[in-house]
């Protein structure tokens, strides 16, 4: 099971000051800059921390607000000290790296930083002499500078900034950089003259470049150990550079975060490839790279000739020892590989693989292997093996559970806009997190999924992603494991079930949630939903489905507005404000033969009739003719004609006095309810859930209706018999007990109520003392 150990100090006091910056760490100058308080220094262990953490929150974190100055608060570096730190997506400016460009940063990761422009490139100079490790991954426009150029004002006029393609820009300067990462820059980029001043790189990423030369790559023969060349379209003259690269087979020693690693990867789907991987150039990496640790060759058309035939595999169990590979260069390997990228190929079927770690799509390991290498780089490749694990999920049981959860939430974090990344990963999260899982989870983990899908929801109104996000959270208890997220959830599900959306399937989903929400919770939780609108948006759906044939959604609907109007007067009055009884007698006349429509509705009018307050507004002709016409119901057992006669008793409780009616008469009422009462079986097994008994327990020391004496005295005597264990400690414990003791001495109450009133004190008398908790 995953650990549920508490978060760290630092992590906590990290997060803190982030999200109260303007009071901790810094104040504001001219009510907008941030500064550092002068009395501040922190070390780069603390600045690269709030800084990386910082751009998590604003990536990940939909609730929290970046700062336009943030990066200000390290613009002097004798009060701060960054030297690691890692920025992506659109977080990050020109004028951001501008505020840090003091800093003497040893390693800058820019990741799909599209809104960097060329005057990034200058800034990067400032950090020439410290920088080791250097990332432009995915800044597309990091080359481009605007320019307005004179002699075309008619295309200005259209288009007054023109973005014009930097050439000149080299890397002269840069003696410490040893990893370079430029990953899906944009074409028309000199990389040849653009890499030349750099003399001894040890890791070159240059994903997605396309170059027909790759004889520049030499000049780094004798340092280079990690060459990434994904979705390049090579050629027999790139491999014969690519064999040159000596470093790559060297027994030298790397730097830590650098393996010897050859990527000639590719995405199968991205265009059609005519370059085959053959054995012999297999056999050249081999030969020539002979000490490589890691090589990913994923993607690639592979020719038969490379692997033997099933019948010569040799039996017995699944070998990595080269001498028994199943993919016949591989056989002169000196040891087995750390890690063999074969995703999409079909030598990962193949039974002995010289390798510690392989990509591919045989199994869940090599699922899991791939979404682990690709998921930061390639969302392409991570949505496809993503799409391989829910269907290992579907279909089978995952065995690795902790890991394919925590990879697939990283995956989610790190692409929310990529709508494949949405899509496989939320119904992925459905399978990964169902109750037959649930043992495995720590708490902190479901919390971890509960976020990122909040997150999906957020940011991607894309139908299926709704619908996957919707149902995961039904995995979860509710609304137990959601109250940390209570408000930000239900704002959610009030989105989907605005009436603008079409999507019945989903607004079903949305409403179940909803009411699983509203069903366990204190009246302040219920209050502040129904401040949020979820009222209002209920009522305007039900005027929309009255037009078509009653649905689910009318159905769920009705039930949590019976449950957000449990003792929540604020809520009773809502429903009424927004013509709630005109609806209620419009879903009675338009379907009049749906029992659990019927049901609901008078529910939530049980809950409205309890205010008196709101009583008023219940005492007209109509509404009593229609409220003494379902007490004759059987429809759905007892149930509306029970909560029919509840609103009629809590009405009675008023007096005479407050009969507001000529017709139907007061006594004529009164006798149908005790009709109704008598009817009824007292052991009818019920379809509703009391929290509370305070509304029944109010009707008892009166004698101005005994026919709701008598309702409420039969209600708590048909609870106690059939679920004693639950309604037994209730009732004590809310002081029921004198109450109905003192029924039994009123001369107004009639002999079939006092009746009643003793078997519901028997009935708890005997109810085992051990088996009662009594306090409150």
């Known amino acids: 099971m995953a650990s549920d150990t508490p978060e760290s100090l630092m992590t906590l006091c990290t997060d803190f000051c982030l999200r109260n910056l303007d009071g901790t760490l810094g104040y504001l100058l001219d009510k907008e800059t941030l500064r550092l308080h002068p009395d501040i220094f922190l070390p780069s262990e603390i600045c690269d921390r709030l800084v990386n953490e910082y751009v998590e929150l604003v990536n990940t974190a939909c609730t929290f607000e970046p700062h336009e100055s943030f990066f200000s608060l390290f613009s002097d570096p004798r009060s701060t000290r960054l030297t690691r730190i890692h920025l992506r997506e ?132 004798d340092s280079l150990v990690s060459l990434v060349l994904y979705n390049m379209d090579l050629s027999d003259d790139h491999i014969r550079v690519i064999v040159q690269l000596h470093k790559l087979r060297s027994c030298g020693s790397a730097p830590p975060p650098i393996s010897r690693h050859l990527d000639i990867s590719r995405d199968r789907l991205s265009s059609y490839y005519k370059f085959k991987l053959t054995r012999k150039v297999l056999s050249l990496f081999v030969q020539k790279l002979g000490n490589l640790m890691s090589l990913d060759i994923s993607g690639h058309m592979i020719l038969e000739n490379c692997s033997i035939s099933k019948m010569d595999e040799e039996a017995g169990q699944t070998s990595i020892e080269p001498s028994k590979s199943s993919i016949m260069p591989f056989r002169a390997l000196k040891r087995p590989l750390q890690f063999l990228g074969l995703f999409e190929t079909s030598l990962c079927r193949l039974t002995h693989i010289p390798a510690y770690k392989v990509s591919g799509d045989k199994n869940e390991e090599q699922v899991l292997n791939a ?95 709704q619908r996957n996000c919707c149902l995961t959270l039904c995995n979860f208890s509710i609304p137990e494991e959601l109250e940390f997220q209570y408000r930000r959830v239900n704002e959610l599900l009030l989105s989907i079930l605005n009436p603008t959306r079409q999507d019945e399937s989903i607004q079903r989903i949305a409403v179940h949630l909803c009411n699983a929400l509203v069903c366990q919770v204190d009246n302040d939780h219920k209050e502040a939903v129904g401040k949020m609108g979820f009222v209002v948006v209920c009522v305007t759906c039900f005027c929309l489905s009255l037009r078509s044939p009653c649905d689910q959604v009318m159905e769920f609907s009705w039930s949590a507005l019976w449950n957000i109007t449990d003792e929540t007067p604020d809520n009773c009055e809502m429903f009424l404000n927004f013509n709630g009884m005109k609806l209620f007698l419009d879903c009675l006349k338009e ?28 005492m007209t002709s109509q509404f009593i003719s229609v409220f003494s016409n379902l007490l004759e119901s059987k429809a759905d057992g007892i149930e509306v004609s029970y909560n029919a006669c509840g609103v009629l008793s809590h009405i009675m409780f008023d007096g005479p006095e407050a009969w507001g009616v000529c017709e139907p008469q007061r006594e004529e009422v009164e006798e149908r309810m005790w009709a109704a009462i008598q009817s009824w079986d007292i052991n009818s097994r ?52 004198p109450l109905l003791r003192d029924v039994i001495k009123m001369a107004t109450a009639r002999q079939e109520t006092k009746e009643m009133a003793r078997k519901v004190i028997e009935h708890c008398s005997n109810f085992k003392e051990e088996n009662m908790d009594t306090s409150r």
């Not at 039969?714 to 004590?732: E, F, H, I, Q, R």
Request: hydrophobic fraction near 40%; charge should be neutral.
């Open 686 to 737: 019920r379809n509703i859930n009391y929290r509370s008994f305070e509304p029944i327990l109010r009707l008892l020391p009166q004698g101005i209706s005994p026919v709701s004496q008598h309702w409420a005295t039969w209600a708590l005597y048909n609870l106690v018999s059939v679920y004693p264990d639950k309604y037994c400690p209730l009732l004590v414990r809310e002081g029921g007990m």
């Open 90 to 221: 659109d977080l990050v400016q020109d004028q951001d790296l501008e505020a840090i460009r003091k800093q003497d940063l040893v390693e800058l990761y820019l990741t799909n930083c599209e809104k960097l422009s060329a005057k990034s490139l200058q800034t990067l100079r400032s950090f020439s002499h410290t920088l080791v490790s250097l990332s432009l991954f995915g800044c597309a426009n990091i080359f481009y500078e605007e320019e307005n150029p004179g002699g075309c004002e008619d295309e200005c006029l259209v288009n007054p900034t023109c973005q014009v393609l930097v050439k000149d820009f080299t890397f002269e300067g840069f003696s410490r950089l040893r990893f370079l990462n430029l990953g899906r820059m944009i074409d028309g980029v000199p990389v040849e003259s653009l890499l030349r001043p750099l003399n001894s790189l040890a890791a070159l990423d240059l994903s997605g470049i396309q170059t027909s030369d790759a004889a520049f790559l030499t000049q780094w023969k």
């Open 371 to 465: 979404i682990e290498a690709y998921t930061e780089h390639r969302p392409e490749i991570t949505s496809r093996a993503i799409n391989l694990l829910f269907d290992i999920a579907r279909i089978e049981r995952c065995n690795q559970l902790l890991r394919a959860l925590k990879l697939v939430i990283t995956a989610l974090k790190c692409h929310k806009y990529d709508k494949n990344i949405q899509v496989t990963g939320s119904a992925a999260l459905f399978y990964l997190t169902n109750s037959e899982y649930r043992s495995e989870q720590s708490v902190k983990l479901r919390r971890q999924v509960i976020q990122v899908v909040l997150n999906g929801m957020e940011s991607y109104q894309e139908v299926t992603v």
């Open 591 to 618: 379907f009049p033969e749906k029992q659990e429509l019927h049901r609901n509705m008078l529910g939530l009018l049980g809950n409205v009739a309890e205010v008196k307050e709101l009583r008023p507004q219940l």
